[in-house]
Protein backbone atom coordinates (compact mmCIF):
# COMPACT_ATOMS: atom_id res chain seq x y z
CA UNK A 1 0.00 0.00 0.00
CA UNK A 2 1.44 3.71 -1.06
CA UNK A 3 1.80 6.10 1.54
CA UNK A 4 -0.75 8.11 -0.11
CA UNK A 5 -3.26 5.25 0.09
CA UNK A 6 -2.13 5.03 3.88
CA UNK A 7 -2.84 8.32 4.46
CA UNK A 8 -6.57 8.40 2.60
CA UNK A 9 -7.30 5.49 5.23
CA UNK A 10 -6.37 7.28 8.24
CA UNK A 11 -7.94 10.07 6.61
CA UNK A 12 -11.14 8.43 6.15
CA UNK A 13 -10.86 6.69 10.04
CA UNK A 14 -10.44 10.34 11.64
CA UNK A 15 -13.14 11.76 9.52
CA UNK A 16 -15.81 8.81 11.02
CA UNK A 17 -14.43 9.78 14.41
CA UNK A 18 -15.09 13.53 13.61
CA UNK A 19 -18.66 12.69 12.60
CA UNK A 20 -19.00 10.36 15.77
CA UNK A 21 -17.47 13.16 18.02
CA UNK A 22 -19.95 16.06 16.51
CA UNK A 23 -23.13 13.53 16.63
CA UNK A 24 -22.16 13.02 20.58
CA UNK A 25 -21.57 17.10 21.19
CA UNK A 26 -25.34 17.73 19.41
CA UNK A 27 -26.86 15.09 21.73
CA UNK A 28 -25.73 16.73 24.79
CA UNK A 29 -26.37 20.11 23.62
CA UNK A 30 -30.29 18.82 22.71
CA UNK A 31 -30.02 17.29 26.34
CA UNK A 32 -28.70 20.89 27.84
CA UNK A 33 -31.85 22.38 26.24
CA UNK A 34 -34.13 20.29 27.81
CA UNK A 35 -32.70 20.12 30.67
CA UNK A 36 -32.83 24.37 30.93
CA UNK A 37 -36.09 24.24 30.98
CA UNK A 38 -36.18 22.51 34.06
CA UNK A 39 -34.90 22.94 37.12
CA UNK A 40 -32.26 20.49 37.43
CA UNK A 41 -29.14 22.43 37.90
CA UNK A 42 -26.46 19.38 38.91
CA UNK A 43 -27.33 17.65 35.56
CA UNK A 44 -27.06 20.43 33.92
CA UNK A 45 -23.44 21.32 35.47
CA UNK A 46 -22.56 17.85 34.85
CA UNK A 47 -23.59 18.30 31.02
CA UNK A 48 -22.32 21.36 30.38
CA UNK A 49 -18.67 19.30 31.44
CA UNK A 50 -19.10 16.97 28.94
CA UNK A 51 -19.97 19.48 26.63
CA UNK A 52 -17.27 21.14 27.00
CA UNK A 53 -14.92 18.12 26.98
CA UNK A 54 -16.47 17.08 23.77
CA UNK A 55 -15.84 20.85 22.53
CA UNK A 56 -12.21 20.13 23.44
CA UNK A 57 -11.89 16.86 21.66
CA UNK A 58 -13.83 18.00 18.66
CA UNK A 59 -11.42 20.61 18.17
CA UNK A 60 -8.16 18.54 18.51
CA UNK A 61 -9.88 15.94 15.69
CA UNK A 62 -10.39 18.65 13.64
CA UNK A 63 -6.92 20.11 14.02
CA UNK A 64 -5.32 16.45 13.21
CA UNK A 65 -7.72 16.35 10.53
CA UNK A 66 -6.41 19.28 8.89
CA UNK A 67 -2.97 17.90 9.33
CA UNK A 68 -3.78 14.87 8.03
CA UNK A 69 -5.29 16.63 4.75
CA UNK A 70 -2.14 18.76 4.24
CA UNK A 71 -0.18 15.29 4.70
CA UNK A 72 -2.62 13.94 2.22
CA UNK A 73 -2.05 16.78 -0.70
CA UNK A 74 1.57 16.52 0.03
CA UNK A 75 1.70 13.35 -0.86
CA UNK A 76 -0.53 13.21 -4.04
CA UNK A 77 1.76 16.22 -5.09
CA UNK A 78 4.98 13.58 -4.58
CA UNK A 79 3.38 10.83 -5.98
CA UNK A 80 2.27 12.79 -9.22
CA UNK A 81 5.52 14.42 -9.26
CA UNK A 82 7.31 10.92 -9.76
CA UNK A 83 4.99 9.87 -12.24
CA UNK A 84 5.63 12.33 -14.54
CA UNK A 85 9.20 11.82 -13.99
CA UNK A 86 8.97 8.24 -15.23
Do not use: A, C, P, W
Not at 10 to 32: H, S
Not at 39 to 61: G, M
Not at 62 to 75: A, G, H, P, R
Amino acid sequence: MSDFDQLVREQMQLMDQLLDVQGELDLYLETEKRLLQGEKKEERHKLRDQIKQKREELQKVQTLFTKQTEQVINSYKQMEKSSTVM
